[in-house]
T-cell receptor
Framework: AQSVTQLGSHVSVSEGALVLLRCNYS??????LFWYVQYPNQGLQLLLK??????LVKGINGFEAEFKKSETSFHLTKPSAHMSDAAEYFC???????????FGAGTRLFVKA | GAGVSQSPSNKVTEKGKDVELRCDPI?????LYWYRQSLGQGLEFLIY????????KSGLPSDRFSAERTGGSVSTLTIQRTQQEDSAVYLC???????????????FGEGSRLTVL
C-alpha cells in the first residue's frame, strides 16, 4: 500500500529565509505526486504536481519540488518565505492509473517577521 | 458557482443524532471524493464516486457512514447515530476525469465542520 510521510508537523522560518518541507513516499512504482496548500478556514488548493518528465516542477507562489526516485522523496522548497506563505501544506500521492489519493499528515508553516 | 460547494459549513449536533452533509461538485467533473480531516491526522480517504457508483467504500469508518450521489452531480454523506469521535472537518473534492485518464488533480470545497456534543 502506498503511504506518505511528512517530516515535521510544524516548521518555522523567518521572512526571507529558505522554506523546505519534506515529503517521502512509499510505492512500488513511481506514482503521481502532489503538494496542496490549505490557508486558514479554506479548502485545499493545488500548489504543484509531478506526473512524468522533468523531475523539478514549479508551482504557484514561487514554490517548487523535486522528484527523487532514488530517495523516494518529493520535498517542497521556496527560496524566500513571505508572511503570506503561512499555511498548512500537504504532500499527496496517487498511483499511476489509480484513483485514490493518499495524503500526508500535513506540515504547518509559520513565518516570523 | 465555479467551485466545489459544501453545506452546511458548520454543524453542531448531539450524540446519537443523524447528520447529512452535502457536496455540489464542479459542473462536468465525473469523479467525487469525500475525505475526513481531523486535527493532526491529515486527510483520511472515505469514499470515491465515479458517476453515481462508488467503486471503493473501504475508507468509510463504520456502517454508520453512508454516501450517495445522484445524477452524477450532488453527493450526500450521511452519518447515523453520531458519536463524539465523528467530530472533524469533512472535505469534498471533485476531479474532471476518470482515474487513469488524468493526472488526478483534486478540487476541494471548504469543508463541513461537524461537532458532536
Amino acid at each position: 500500500a502506498q503511504s506518505v510521510t511528512q517530516l515535521g508537523s510544524h516548521v518555522s522560518v523567518s521572512e526571507g529565509a529558505l522554506v523546505l518541507l519534506r515529503c517521502n513516499y512509499s510505492s512500488s512504482v513511481p506514482p503521481y505526486l502532489f503538494w496542496y496548500v490549505q490557508y486558514p478556514n479554506q479548502g485545499l488548493q493545488l500548489l504543484l504536481k509531478y506526473t512524468t518528465g522533468a523531475t523539478l516542477v514549479k508551482g504557484i507562489n514561487g514554490f517548487e519540488a523535486e522528484f527523487k526516485k532514488s530517495e523516494t522523496s518529493f520535498h517542497l522548497t521556496k527560496p524566500s518565505a513571505h508572511m503570506s506563505d503561512a499555511a498548512e501544506y500537504f504532500c499527496a500521492v496517487r498511483p499511476t492509473g489509480g484513483f485514490k489519493t493518499i495524503f500526508g499528515a500535513g506540515t504547518r508553516l509559520f513565518v516570523k517577521a | 458557482g465555479a467551485g466545489v460547494s459544501q453545506s452546511p459549513s458548520n454543524k453542531v449536533t448531539e450524540k446519537g443524532k443523524d447528520v447529512e452533509l452535502r457536496c455540489d461538485p464542479i459542473s462536468g467533473h465525473t469523479a467525487l471524493y469525500w475525505y475526513r480531516q481531523s486535527l493532526g491526522q491529515g486527510l483520511e480517504f472515505l469514499i470515491y464516486f465515479q458517476g453515481n457508483s462508488a467503486p471503493d467504500k473501504s475508507g468509510l469508518p463504520s456502517d454508520r457512514f453512508s454516501a450517495e450521489r445522484t445524477g452524477g452531480s450532488v453527493s450526500t454523506l450521511t452519518i447515523q447515530r453520531t458519536q463524539q469521535e465523528d467530530s472533524a472537518v469533512y472535505l469534498c473534492a471533485s476531479s474532471p476525469q476518470l482515474a487513469g485518464e488524468s493526472t488526478g488533480e483534486l478540487f476541494f470545497g471548504e469543508g463541513s465542520r461537524l461537532t458532536v456534543l
